[in-house]
Structure formats: C-alpha cells, structure tokens
C-alpha cells in the first residue's frame, strides 16, 4: 500500500509540474484552482507517508516548505480572481457601476499575478526535484495488509475525532475556518487510502456527510475574504469623500447579508451533523 500512495504522491507531483506551466503562461483561474488542489493532495499524502514512511520524512521537508510558499502566493492569486468573479456577480445583480473599485480589483490581480510569478522564479528548481528519491521503492509494498490497515485507521480516527470535537464546540469564524482546512485534508487522505482499500470505505462514507458543509464553508470563505477587500478600499476612499464610496457601501451591505446567510446555513448542517452522531 505504501507503493500506492508513493505513486499518487508523485502523480500529483507531476499535476503540480503541469499547472505551474499554465499558470506562468497564462494564469487563469481554474489553471490556478487545480493548482492549488494538486499542491493540497501532494501535501496531505506526503504527510500520510511520512507517517508510514519515518525514513523518509526529513527527504523533502526543504520541498513542503517551498511549495507552501507557493500556495500561499496562488492563494493570494485566487482570491483576486474569486474578487473580480464576486464583483461582476454583484453588480449584475445590484446594478451599479464603480469603475474606480474595479479598476483597484484588477490591479490587485495583477499584482497577485507578479508576485506569483516572481515566487515560482524563486522556488522553481526545489518544487522540480523528484520528491522521496531516497527511498528504496524495491522495498515498498504494493497491496495493503493488516498492520498497515491497522496504522491507517488509527490515525484517520484521531483526525476524524478532532474534526468532530471542533464540530461540536463551533463558536467563531476561526472555528469554521479550521474545520474547513482540516475536512480538506482528511478528505483527500480518506479519497487517496479507500481508492485501492475498500477496508476505508467508512472513512469516505463519513466525510460525504460533510461535502456540503464544505462546500459552503468554501463559499462563506470566498465572500469573508471578499468583504475584507472591500473594507480596505472603503477605508481608503472615506479619508477623500464620503460620497464617493455609497455604491461599494451598498455592496458591503448586500455581501455582508450573504455571508451571515451562509453562516446560518452551515451552522444547521453542524447541528444536523452532531444530532445524527449522537443518534
């Protein structure tokens, strides 16, 4: 089993490799999304296997470290790109001009663009090298047997149990925010050891119960992250006139109801989700 998640480690490896290319040619935005997922999956495998693997958990710590800088700066990136996505869909639906605060969208794009480039410049040659090349891949094994079952379960049942305790005790956006990230990962751990062991079956089962939560905690990410853009501009322009920012005030407002009705809407699905656990 070892040698199967070795080889998605570096499938995703190779995808982070492909994307990277789309993303200095051009950068749009699903090239940069799937960027993004590829360096999650290639982070969340690497920890599995440097769970199983001891040996080989130092090989590409320099490597992680590198590529966290990148998805840091394609974060950066994205969320400019989800601002300009938000924008649009809000003044379609608001039906308001404000050229000044697209034009200040577009130039942060441009400057999340350039920083990205210039990171990859920087990290390029660390993220090409083969990750775990030291590793005797001769002596990995191919199909899963009892204690390896046994290793896995019991670390994918610390995670879900700490998933569950933060469920529970939910009580402020940094709550949701860590749920968010920490559901992420244990669902692409979950996807990767259950693809070629139906023994984890119920690890996958449990973690479809929560997509849609995720799913919206995505969405309420988005528009948090939209809103606090949005106030830095307000902040800016209110020192010059006050009138000149009635519009991007209405939008504050109209993103503001949209994110507490997200809000709402996840905190059901967690009090719907601990209600079936207690059952």
């Known amino acids: 089993m070892e040698k199967l998640l070795l080889d998605y480690c570096l499938l995703q490896h190779r995808n982070i490799g492909h994307y990277l290319s789309l993303c200095v040619e051009r950068a749009e935005a ?27 958990s130092y090989e590409n ?3 992680l470290a590198k590529l966290r800088a990148l998805f840091k700066l394609a974060g950066q990136l994205r969320d400019a790109q989800v601002q300009v996505i938000l924008f649009n869909y809000y003044q379609s639906e608001l039906n308001f001009e404000a050229t000044d605060f697209q034009y200040f969208l577009r130039k942060a794009e441009q ?9 990859f410049a920087s990290y390029g040659r660390y993220i090409a ?7 005797n891949h001769n002596l990995l094994k191919q199909s899963p047997d009892e ?3 046994l290793q896995a379960t019991k670390l994918l049942e610390k995670r879900l149990m700490k998933l569950k305790k933060i469920i529970q005790t939910v009580d402020s956006d940094s709550d949701m925010h860590k749920i968010r990230i ?17 023994c984890f079956e119920p690890f996958s089962l449990a973690i479809a119960e929560l997509r849609l939560t995720e799913i919206q905690l995505g969405r ?10 949005i106030g830095r501009y307000i902040g800016r322009k209110q020192k010059k006139s006050n009138s000149a920012v009635s519009d991007i005030l209405t939008l504050n407002g109209a993103v503001t109801i949209d994110i507490e009705m997200f809000r709402r ?12 656990q207690a059952t």
Not at 129 to 135: G, I, Q
């Open 182 to 198: 920490q559901l992420k990962q244990l669902r692409y751990m979950v996807s990767a050891l259950s693809e070629n062991d139906v």
């Open 129 to 135: 090298e083969k990750p775990f090349k030291k590793l």
């Open 265 to 276: 809407q996840i905190l059901e699905l967690f009090r719907q989700f601990n209600a079936a």
């Open 111 to 119: 400057s999340a663009f350039k920083k990205f480039h210039s990171g």
């Open 30 to 56: 699903e090239s940069v999304h799937q960027l993004r997922v590829s360096i999650k999956k290639f982070r969340a495998i690497s920890k599995l296997l440097e769970y199983f693997l001891p040996e080989g």
């Open 220 to 229: 309420w990410h988005d528009l948090t992250v939209f809103r606090e853009t």
């Open 147 to 149: 204690a390896f079952r």
């Open 61 to 63: 710590r320099e490597q």
